[in-house]
Protein backbone atom coordinates (compact mmCIF):
# COMPACT_ATOMS: atom_id res chain seq x y z
CA UNK A 1 0.00 0.00 0.00
CA UNK A 2 1.40 3.13 -0.57
CA UNK A 3 1.28 6.00 1.64
CA UNK A 4 -0.06 9.29 -0.23
CA UNK A 5 -1.58 10.19 -3.28
CA UNK A 6 -0.80 13.37 -5.49
CA UNK A 7 -3.65 13.91 -7.73
CA UNK A 8 -4.31 16.11 -10.37
CA UNK A 9 -7.54 18.10 -10.76
CA UNK A 10 -8.72 19.23 -13.57
CA UNK A 11 -9.80 16.32 -16.56
CA UNK A 12 -9.37 14.18 -13.26
CA UNK A 13 -11.40 15.15 -10.52
CA UNK A 14 -13.54 17.65 -12.11
CA UNK A 15 -15.06 17.62 -15.78
CA UNK A 16 -13.19 20.61 -17.32
CA UNK A 17 -10.40 20.24 -19.69
CA UNK A 18 -12.77 21.80 -22.76
CA UNK A 19 -13.88 24.55 -20.91
CA UNK A 20 -10.64 25.60 -19.97
CA UNK A 21 -9.64 25.21 -23.90
CA UNK A 22 -12.53 27.36 -24.46
CA UNK A 23 -11.77 30.09 -22.18
CA UNK A 24 -8.19 30.19 -23.82
CA UNK A 25 -9.49 30.02 -27.31
CA UNK A 26 -11.36 33.17 -26.35
CA UNK A 27 -8.62 34.58 -24.55
CA UNK A 28 -5.87 34.16 -27.71
CA UNK A 29 -8.92 35.54 -30.19
CA UNK A 30 -8.74 38.73 -28.69
CA UNK A 31 -5.46 38.93 -29.78
CA UNK A 32 -5.84 37.84 -33.24
CA UNK A 33 -5.00 34.30 -32.73
CA UNK A 34 -7.66 31.95 -33.62
CA UNK A 35 -7.13 28.59 -32.73
CA UNK A 36 -9.10 25.01 -32.97
CA UNK A 37 -10.52 23.87 -29.27
CA UNK A 38 -9.85 21.04 -29.89
CA UNK A 39 -5.84 21.87 -30.78
CA UNK A 40 -6.13 23.70 -27.47
CA UNK A 41 -7.65 20.92 -25.42
CA UNK A 42 -4.27 18.86 -26.33
CA UNK A 43 -2.39 21.70 -24.43
CA UNK A 44 -4.69 21.21 -21.41
CA UNK A 45 -2.49 19.75 -18.43
CA UNK A 46 0.25 22.48 -18.84
CA UNK A 47 0.45 25.99 -17.11
CA UNK A 48 -0.12 29.48 -18.93
CA UNK A 49 4.10 29.78 -18.82
CA UNK A 50 4.23 26.54 -20.98
CA UNK A 51 0.65 26.65 -23.14
CA UNK A 52 1.26 30.52 -24.10
CA UNK A 53 4.50 29.38 -26.23
CA UNK A 54 2.76 26.71 -28.42
CA UNK A 55 1.12 29.36 -30.01
CA UNK A 56 3.17 32.87 -29.63
CA UNK A 57 6.55 33.19 -30.80
CA UNK A 58 9.20 34.37 -28.46
CA UNK A 59 9.80 38.20 -30.08
CA UNK A 60 6.60 38.85 -29.40
CA UNK A 61 5.53 36.92 -25.81
CA UNK A 62 6.90 39.12 -23.24
CA UNK A 63 4.12 41.47 -24.87
CA UNK A 64 0.99 39.47 -24.37
CA UNK A 65 1.64 37.01 -21.92
CA UNK A 66 0.80 38.42 -18.75
CA UNK A 67 -2.43 40.01 -20.42
CA UNK A 68 -3.64 36.53 -22.07
CA UNK A 69 -3.08 34.89 -18.20
CA UNK A 70 -5.29 37.75 -16.60
CA UNK A 71 -7.55 37.47 -19.08
CA UNK A 72 -7.97 33.78 -19.63
CA UNK A 73 -8.80 34.07 -16.21
CA UNK A 74 -11.72 36.32 -16.11
CA UNK A 75 -12.99 34.48 -18.72
CA UNK A 76 -12.79 31.27 -17.14
CA UNK A 77 -13.61 32.56 -13.57
CA UNK A 78 -16.90 34.60 -15.08
CA UNK A 79 -18.13 32.12 -18.03
CA UNK A 80 -17.05 28.69 -17.54
CA UNK A 81 -16.27 27.75 -13.49
CA UNK A 82 -19.64 27.43 -13.00
CA UNK A 83 -20.28 25.00 -15.70
CA UNK A 84 -17.41 22.72 -13.63
CA UNK A 85 -18.60 19.71 -12.04
CA UNK A 86 -16.79 17.22 -9.75
CA UNK A 87 -16.34 13.60 -11.89
CA UNK A 88 -18.29 10.83 -10.63
CA UNK A 89 -16.47 8.85 -7.80
CA UNK A 90 -13.90 11.81 -7.51
CA UNK A 91 -15.07 12.46 -3.69
CA UNK A 92 -15.25 8.37 -2.77
CA UNK A 93 -11.89 7.52 -4.29
CA UNK A 94 -10.32 10.30 -1.49
CA UNK A 95 -12.57 9.09 0.90
CA UNK A 96 -11.29 5.55 0.02
CA UNK A 97 -7.95 6.33 0.03
CA UNK A 98 -8.02 8.19 3.42
CA UNK A 99 -9.89 4.80 4.73
CA UNK A 100 -7.18 2.72 3.45
CA UNK A 101 -4.25 5.01 5.51
CA UNK A 102 -3.31 7.19 2.27
CA UNK A 103 -2.68 10.49 2.49
CA UNK A 104 -3.89 12.86 -0.31
CA UNK A 105 -2.56 16.00 -1.62
CA UNK A 106 -3.08 17.60 -4.74
CA UNK A 107 -0.64 19.10 -7.49
CA UNK A 108 -2.46 21.00 -10.34
CA UNK A 109 -1.14 23.56 -12.36
CA UNK A 110 -4.75 25.75 -11.93
CA UNK A 111 -3.87 28.61 -9.61
CA UNK A 112 -5.07 28.66 -6.16
CA UNK A 113 -8.10 30.90 -6.44
CA UNK A 114 -9.09 27.45 -8.95
CA UNK A 115 -8.10 25.08 -6.78
CA UNK A 116 -9.85 26.56 -3.49
CA UNK A 117 -12.90 26.41 -5.37
CA UNK A 118 -12.12 22.47 -7.05
CA UNK A 119 -12.27 21.62 -3.38
CA UNK A 120 -15.65 22.99 -2.52
CA UNK A 121 -17.23 21.61 -5.99
CA UNK A 122 -15.40 18.59 -5.61
CA UNK A 123 -16.46 18.52 -1.74
CA UNK A 124 -13.04 17.31 -0.67
CA UNK A 125 -11.86 19.82 1.47
CA UNK A 126 -11.26 18.12 4.90
CA UNK A 127 -10.24 14.92 2.66
CA UNK A 128 -6.65 17.14 1.30
CA UNK A 129 -4.14 17.73 3.87
CA UNK A 130 -1.68 19.54 1.37
CA UNK A 131 -1.72 21.14 -1.79
CA UNK A 132 0.30 22.63 -4.36
CA UNK A 133 -0.37 24.67 -7.44
CA UNK A 134 1.19 26.54 -10.50
CA UNK A 135 1.61 29.95 -7.46
CA UNK A 136 4.05 27.02 -5.60
CA UNK A 137 6.44 26.00 -8.77
CA UNK A 138 8.54 28.33 -10.85
CA UNK A 139 7.62 26.13 -13.74
CA UNK A 140 4.47 24.01 -14.77
CA UNK A 141 3.81 20.45 -16.37
CA UNK A 142 5.08 18.66 -17.80
CA UNK A 143 7.95 20.00 -15.36
CA UNK A 144 8.10 17.98 -11.87
CA UNK A 145 7.89 21.14 -10.07
CA UNK A 146 4.53 21.03 -8.32
CA UNK A 147 4.75 17.56 -7.98
CA UNK A 148 8.35 17.59 -6.26
CA UNK A 149 6.81 20.95 -3.94
CA UNK A 150 4.03 18.33 -2.80
CA UNK A 151 6.42 15.38 -1.91
CA UNK A 152 8.28 18.04 0.34
CA UNK A 153 5.29 19.18 1.98
CA UNK A 154 4.45 15.55 2.58
CA UNK A 155 7.57 15.09 3.91
CA UNK A 156 7.89 11.72 1.60
CA UNK A 157 10.27 10.10 -0.82
CA UNK A 158 8.32 9.56 -4.21
CA UNK A 159 8.81 5.65 -3.74
CA UNK A 160 5.72 5.84 -1.20
CA UNK A 161 3.53 7.76 -3.10
CA UNK A 162 1.62 7.81 -6.49
CA UNK A 163 0.27 10.47 -8.54
CA UNK A 164 -2.90 10.64 -10.37
CA UNK A 165 -3.87 12.35 -13.75
CA UNK A 166 -5.46 12.81 -16.89
CA UNK A 167 -2.83 13.80 -19.24
CA UNK A 168 0.87 13.05 -20.43
CA UNK A 169 2.17 15.94 -19.08
CA UNK A 170 0.87 14.63 -15.40
CA UNK A 171 2.85 11.44 -16.43
CA UNK A 172 5.94 13.16 -17.30
CA UNK A 173 5.87 15.59 -14.60
CA UNK A 174 5.59 12.53 -12.21
CA UNK A 175 8.28 11.04 -13.73
CA UNK A 176 10.65 13.34 -13.59
CA UNK A 177 10.22 13.40 -9.90
CA UNK A 178 10.49 9.89 -9.64
CA UNK A 179 6.79 9.14 -8.90
CA UNK A 180 4.54 6.37 -10.65
CA UNK A 181 0.94 7.36 -12.56
CA UNK A 182 -1.92 6.29 -12.54
CA UNK A 183 -4.32 7.58 -15.57
CA UNK A 184 -7.33 8.25 -16.49
CA UNK A 185 -9.25 8.94 -19.52
CA UNK A 186 -11.52 11.76 -18.33
CA UNK A 187 -9.27 14.40 -19.29
CA UNK A 188 -9.52 13.09 -23.68
CA UNK A 189 -6.60 11.39 -24.50
CA UNK A 190 -6.57 7.54 -24.90
CA UNK A 191 -5.41 4.85 -23.13
CA UNK A 192 -2.34 4.26 -25.42
CA UNK A 193 -1.50 7.94 -25.28
CA UNK A 194 -1.43 7.66 -21.31
CA UNK A 195 0.22 4.58 -21.39
CA UNK A 196 3.28 6.12 -23.44
CA UNK A 197 3.76 9.15 -21.29
CA UNK A 198 4.62 6.27 -18.18
CA UNK A 199 1.24 5.60 -16.84
CA UNK A 200 1.39 2.15 -14.43
CA UNK A 201 -2.30 1.77 -15.68
CA UNK A 202 -4.57 3.77 -16.96
CA UNK A 203 -8.56 3.49 -16.42
CA UNK A 204 -11.46 5.34 -18.17
CA UNK A 205 -12.29 7.51 -14.86
CA UNK A 206 -11.60 7.74 -11.21
CA UNK A 207 -15.17 6.06 -10.85
CA UNK A 208 -13.88 2.97 -12.69
CA UNK A 209 -10.21 3.18 -10.76
CA UNK A 210 -12.87 3.26 -7.34
CA UNK A 211 -14.39 0.12 -8.40
CA UNK A 212 -10.93 -1.69 -9.19
CA UNK A 213 -9.28 -0.32 -6.46
CA UNK A 214 -8.22 -2.94 -4.57
CA UNK A 215 -6.67 -4.82 -7.67
CA UNK A 216 -5.39 -1.18 -8.53
CA UNK A 217 -1.37 0.35 -7.87
CA UNK A 218 -2.72 1.86 -4.96
CA UNK A 219 -2.51 -1.64 -2.99
CA UNK A 220 -0.03 -3.82 -5.24
CA UNK A 221 3.18 -3.66 -4.95
CA UNK A 222 6.58 -4.74 -7.29
CA UNK A 223 5.36 -2.31 -9.36
CA UNK A 224 8.59 -0.24 -9.62
Known amino acids: MIEAL ?23 AAMDIQLDKEDVR ?39 LPKVKALPGARDLLVKGKASGIRVALASSADKDELQAYKRIVGMEELVEKETSANDADRSKPHPDIFVAALKRLKLPAKKCIALGDTPYDAE ?3 LAGLRTIGVST ?13 VEVYASVLELLEQFEKSAFVREGLR
Open 173 to 175: AAG
Open 6 to 28: LSDIDGTLVESNWLHAEAWQKAF
Open 42 to 80: RQIGKGGDELIPVYVPWWKRRQVEEALKRYRKFIFEQDF
Open 187 to 199: GGWSRMDLRDAGC
